[in-house]
T-cell receptor, first 116, second 115 residues
Framework: DTEVTQTPKHLVMGMTNKKSLKCEQH?????MYWYKQKAKKPPELMFV???????INESVPSRFSPECPNSSLLNLHLHALQPEDSALYLC???????????????FGPGTRLLVL | QKEVEQNSGPLSVPEGAIASLNCTYS??????FFWYRQYSGKSPELIMF????GDKEDGRFTAQLNKASQYVSLLIRDSQPSDSATYLC???????????????FGTGTLLAVQP
């Protein structure tokens, strides 16, 4: 089973709202990722958590706040977003501790976010 | 800047033909390579990964890796209209000092299989 789930599937929010995206996996993976994908562009890495600790932050604005409450869950808290933040937000997970070249990321279905 | 390059296409092939998708990368130290398929409006779906020089086959898909020339390709045999999608090439970059690595994606090639 290589399933990563994400909720909600769609989200519309105003620039003053606070919302959260949720990601869950039960594959025993210890690395989880947030990506942002704009139309006709490749996924762009935002954050990486490894063993529930933030491992990579790709200089993402502070209006995006990640959280990893446990090894199966990953949240992305959103606050005061801009219309240009509208995109498909993808979560992924992978094993850690293998020979590193074998780490394979599996993506969830994504949350399509529209900021008005 | 580590880069992964793909022809954006569209690559148009007739049904039943072989589709050949190519990718080049700039970091000679790259060790593992992934092909993802992404249908319009959907998330990337892993097709194959490869980390040894040569060919790796999985059903109608064959990944080819040539580290000396720094290219990786994906062949799709007996192409079907359902194969029409964007194919993303990704390279695993070692995150020295960190516990995980990261994928660098190419811009993707749009494949259109004509019935």
């Amino acid at each position: 089973d290589t399933e990563v789930t994400q909720t909600p599937k769609h989200l519309v929010m105003g620039m003053t709202n606070k919302k959260s995206l949720k990601c869950e996996q039960h594959m025993g993976h210890r690395a989880m990722y947030w990506y942002k994908q704009k139309a006709k562009k490749p996924p762009e890495l935002m954050f990486v958590y490894s063993y529930e600790k933030l491992s990579i932050n790709e200089s993402v604005p502070s209006r995006f706040s990640p959280e990893c409450p446990n090894s199966s869950l990953l949240n992305l808290h959103l606050h005061a977003l801009q219309p240009e933040d509208s995109a498909l937000y993808l979560c992924a997970s992978s094993q850690v501790g293998l020979i590193w070249i074998q780490e394979t990321q599996y993506f969830g279905p994504g949350t399509r976010l529209l900021v008005l | 800047q580590k880069e992964v390059e793909q022809n954006s296409g569209p690559l148009s092939v007739p049904e039943g033909a072989i589709a050949s998708l190519n990718c080049t990368y700039s970091d000679r130290g790259s060790q593992s390579f992934f092909w993802y398929r992404q249908y319009s409006g959907k998330s990337p779906e892993l097709i194959m990964f490869i980390y040894s020089n040569g060919d790796k086959e999985d059903g109608r898909f064959t990944a080819q890796l040539n580290k000396a020339s720094q290219y990786v390709s994906l062949l799709i045999r007996d192409s079907q209209p359902s194969d029409s999608a964007t194919y993303l090439c990704a390279v695993n970059i070692r995150n020295y000092g960190g516990a995980t690595n990261k994928l660098i994606f190419g811009t993707g090639t749009l494949l259109a299989v004509q019935p």
